[in-house]
């Protein structure tokens, strides 16, 4: 994987905010893969090209990525709704936009992801807000708690 230091083919617009994410959320983005990036240059040059075809002009370097083509913000419940049709189209389980938020959070979970850094990638501003929305879904097994405290008193 490459940093992004390393990437002198991202415009330098895109590589100063991609920074200045990482600077101010390092776990949250830090595992970004150098895939995801290649994707989404990919899905802002389409973007461009359909602005140029439809004579809407071109955007500027700090341009949000997901817009209409005025580059205006999407609208959630269009986006929950384009998702809905594209998973229909796929042949997936009906399930929200909203929801892959959970399912990554709950495989996390399952997986004995520490609810700091489950909370951190949700955006969450304290860890208790995500134990409160999840605390459902971690396992009540006391085993592991007995075991250290029996390891003290040896």
């Known amino acids: 994987m490459k940093s992004l ?11 100063s905010l991609l920074e200045g994410l990482l600077e101010r959320s390092a776990n949250q983005f830090e595992h970004a893969i150098s895939r995801t990036l290649d994707v989404l240059r990919e899905y802002r040059t389409a973007t461009l090209e359909l602005r140029m075809q439809l004579g809407a002009g071109r955007l500027s370097d700090d341009a949000l990525l997901f817009s209409d083509v005025e580059g205006n913000p999407l609208s ?4 929950s709704s384009r998702f809905g ?5 796929l042949g997936m389980p009906e399930i929200t936009f909203h929801s892959l938020r959970h399912t990554h959070a709950s495989q996390l ?6 609810i700091v850094t489950i909370s951190k990638r949700l955006g969450h501003a304290k860890p208790d807000i995500t134990l409160r929305v999840y605390a459902h879904l971690f396992r009540n097994d ?4 007995a ?6 008193f040896r």
Do not use: M, Y
């Open 5 to 15: 230091k390393q990437r002198p083919d991202l415009p330098a617009r895109v590589r």
């Open 76 to 79: 959630p419940n269009r986006t």
């Open 85 to 89: 049709e594209f998973a229909d189209a």
């Open 109 to 114: 979970i399952d997986a004995g992801v520490d």
């Open 142 to 145: 006391d085993s592991k708690a």
């Open 147 to 152: 075991a250290a405290i029996d390891a003290g």
